[in-house]
């Protein structure tokens, strides 16, 4: 068996196309030999019927037939390949069999077998093997390289070697099997399909260890991330406790200094209080001095006595005029007392704020802000300014979707006012109303100074002034240098700090309407439990200069959803 495998070489039996053992071999009238797919498909492919060896061109394409000498050929040399000793090396047969295979028939000591049958599906010593060099019997079976577990290693059907792998089936198979049973099939041999999944294997491996290096990179990375943290975290913590505590002294000194200037107030309107009194009380000592001369004078019946003891008793001591007295000590503390508790608001609120983002770095709120952002923002609607509505000192874009205050008074000149249209207030309507759902909308404010932007009733007064209220029918914010208050209350602040970009989001169903910065994400403000009876439109009022420079426009913009 050994020497009939080496007079046949595995280049002999290779498809010139595929380059692999042939699969239904085929002959061209020409003498060269291919698979029977391969040379179908070849010519499947070029308008001429040749010979993709010779190039010797055919009248009419030969129907072939596999060749079963080849065929058979094929199918002793894979399984010669597998089985001779010379073609196996001890690598596969280690790969195969899985390590040193010991013999069947020693019962003590097993010795190592050195020859394995196909027939009795048991591997031989030396000794044990003699037998099978001596009996007649014995001499016909099929020897080959000892196989451990070979019981595994023989098709059950065929008694022979599993020698080759059906991928159709992904089954293994021995020669007999492909002739009968896998004839169409892609079969390769257990070598060929051994080398490819070891080929495939070294890939893997390569890209396991790649990934590995990667993370072992990434961890080496984030540690460093996580100590430059800890780094900037604990200067982080210095420096604000330094600026805190640096605020807090200054605020026990404002508070040291407030309590004396409060006493100094207090000590200066005593002062003034005793001095006042104490010029009372020398009035009064005096004035009831002069009641007494004036009694004594009459007393006097003698006429000339009297003319000459009091020649003028209508003359009064000098004394203050009372009106003209009053103590301002206490109305100067009040003063102080209400510019402090100002003062005290404002920070309160500055300190409510730096709580507020203090809490967003620590439970996420801002993640959370953008996420209600960005459900808000899938109910935009288009917006366009009606300039029927429009102050005569506004000017609109083309498109409707820019307004700016832009006219001097002097220049306003209407004989005939649009009914609809404002008079007191810089504003103008969106040209839709709304109702019964929610919408959304976003406008930019740039670096105006002064603005107010919200929602409007269609009857919202036009002529004149808007009382404030809550059944006003406007429901907007205004902004003024660096706060946001509400026309309801203009007196109370609610934001602070410069807003480019805001939304206004309108549950009318929910009653409620609400203000976001969408650069940061933040809620401005929100009127709630509002009662909505008539469509809502968008409402933006530019305002004027009165406070500086206030030319730039309020312009409606699409909405891009926040990531």
């Known amino acids: ?37 391969c040379i179908s498909t070849y010519w499947d492919d070029i308008p001429a019927t040749q010979c993709p060896v010779c190039k010797e061109t055919f009248e009419r394409r030969p129907d ?44 003590d000591t097993q010795r190592e077998a050195v020859r394995s049958c196909l027939e009795c599906l048991t591997s031989y010593c030396d000794v044990h093997l003699e037998p099978h060099h001596r009996a007649a019997g014995l001499k016909r079976h ?100 330094r600026d805190l505590a640096t605020l807090i002294s200054e605020i ?29 009380e020398r009035e009064i000592t005096e004035l009831q001095e002069t009641t007494m ?13 009297f003319l000459q003891s009091s020649p003028n ?15 301002n000590g206490q109305a100067e503390i009040r003063r102080m007392q209400k510019a402090l508790s100002d003062s005290v608001s404002h920070l309160r609120m500055l300190v409510n704020k730096m709580s507020s983002d203090t809490q967003k770095v620590s439970d996420g709120t801002e993640a959370s802000n953008n996420a209600t952002l960005r459900f808000m923002q899938q109910y935009k609607v288009d917006v366009e300014l009606d300039p029927d509505t429009a102050h005569p000192l506004l000017i609109l874009s083309d498109d409707r979707k820019r307004v700016q205050y832009g006219m001097s008074l002097g220049s306003w000149v209407n004989p005939n006012p649009n009914p609809n249209m404002f008079t007191e207030h810089l504003a103008v309507l969106g040209k839709r109303g709304f109702s019964s759902r929610r919408f959304y909308f976003e406008v930019f404010v740039g670096g105006k100074i002064e603005w107010c932007l919200g929602v409007a009733t269609a009857s919202l007064q036009r002529k004149g002034p808007v009382a404030p209220g809550p059944h006003c029918g406007l429901w907007c914010i205004c902004f003024l240098n660096d706060r946001c208050v509400t026309f309801s209350s203009p007196n109370v602040p609610v934001h602070f700090g410069k807003v480019e970009r805001v939304g206004v989001f309108v549950d009318y169903d929910g009653g409620q309407i609400s203000f976001y910065d969408v650069q940061t994400g933040t809620l401005i403000y929100s009127f709630t439990e509002c009662v909505f009876t008539e469509e809502l439109h968008p409402y933006l009022n530019p305002c004027d200069n009165e406070y500086g420079s206030n030319f730039g426009p309020m312009i409606v913009v699409p909405v891009v959803r926040t990531d």
Not at 76 to 101: C, E, K, N, Y
Not at 157 to 164: K, N
Not at 293 to 305: A, F, G, I, M, N
Not at 316 to 325: E, G, N, Q, R, W
């Open 293 to 305: 001369k004036l009694r004594e004078l009459k007393q006097t019946k003698d006429p000339l006595s």
């Open 64 to 107: 072939l037939k596999v060749n079963t000498f080849i065929s058979e050929l094929t199918s002793q040399f894979m399984s010669l390949q597998v089985t001779d000793a010379h073609i196996w090396s001890p690598d596969q047969q280690q790969a195969l069999g899985g390590g040193a295979v010991l013999c069947d028939i020693c019962t």
């Open 142 to 241: 099929t020897l080959v390289e000892p196989i451990v577990s070979l019981e595994d290693k023989i098709c059950k059907d065929h008694t022979r070697l599993l020698t080759m792998l059906c991928r159709n089936d992904g089954a293994l198979v021995c020669d007999v099997c492909v002739r009968l049973s896998h004839v169409s099939h892609d079969v390769v041999s257990v070598k060929r399909f051994y080398e490819e999944r070891m080929a495939l294997l070294g890939n893997t491996e390569a890209k396991v260890q790649q990934m590995i290096q990667e993370r072992l990179q990434k961890v080496r990375d984030m540690k460093v991330t996580v100590e430059q943290s800890k780094a900037e975290t604990r200067d982080v913590i210095a420096d604000s406790a």
């Open 1 to 37: 068996m050994a020497s009939g495998s080496s007079l046949l070489s595995e280049e002999q039996l290779l498809c010139p196309i595929c380059l692999d053992v042939f699969k239904r071999p085929v002959s061209t009238p020409c003498g060269h030999n291919f698979c029977m797919s």
């Open 252 to 280: 026990q000194k404002s508070r040291t200094e407030l309590v004396k200037a409060f006493e100094e107030k207090q000590k200066a309107a005593e002062e003034e209080a005793a001095g006042l009194i104490s010029g009372i």
């Open 313 to 327: 008793p209508s003359i009064l001591p000098h004394t203050m005029d009372l009106s003209t007295i009053s103590l």
